[in-house]
C-alpha cells in the first residue's frame, strides 16, 4: 500500500528541508566559496578570534535554520490558502 505524502514525512521519507546541491550550481559555487574564504580566515586568527568567528558562525547556522523553517511554514500555509481557493472555485466552474 502506498502511503500518503503526510506518512512520508512522518515517517522520515520525505524531509523538506534536505536538498542535494546540483555540482556547478550557483549554490555549489557559493558554498565552495564559503569554505575557500573560511580555510583562509582561519589561518589568519587568534585562539580568542577563532573562538569569536566560531560563535558566529553558529548564530549564523541557527538565523538560517530559522528563516528556512519560517520559509516552509510560509509556503505551506499559502499553498493551503491557494488549495482552499480552488476547492472553493470548483463548485462555480461548469
Not at 503526510?6 to 566559496?33: A, F, H
Not at 500555509?77 to 476547492?87: C, D, H, N, P, Q
Amino acid at each position: 500500500m502506498k502511503m500518503t505524502t503526510l506518512e512520508d514525512i512522518y515517517y522520515g521519507n520525505i524531509c523538506p528541508c534536505n536538498k542535494d546541491t546540483k555540482r556547478g550550481s550557483r549554490m555549489d559555487e557559493i558554498i565552495r566559496l564559503i569554505c575557500r574564504n573560511e580555510k583562509c580566515l582561519d589561518t589568519t586568527l587568534d585562539a580568542k578570534q577563532r573562538d569569536t568567528f566560531e560563535k558566529f558562525k553558529e548564530c549564523q547556522i541557527e538565523l538560517s535554520d530559522l528563516t528556512a523553517r519560517q520559509a516552509f511554514t510560509d509556503g505551506f500555509i499559502l499553498a493551503t490558502r491557494i488549495m482552499v481557493e480552488v476547492m472553493e472555485g470548483m463548485g462555480t466552474t461548469a
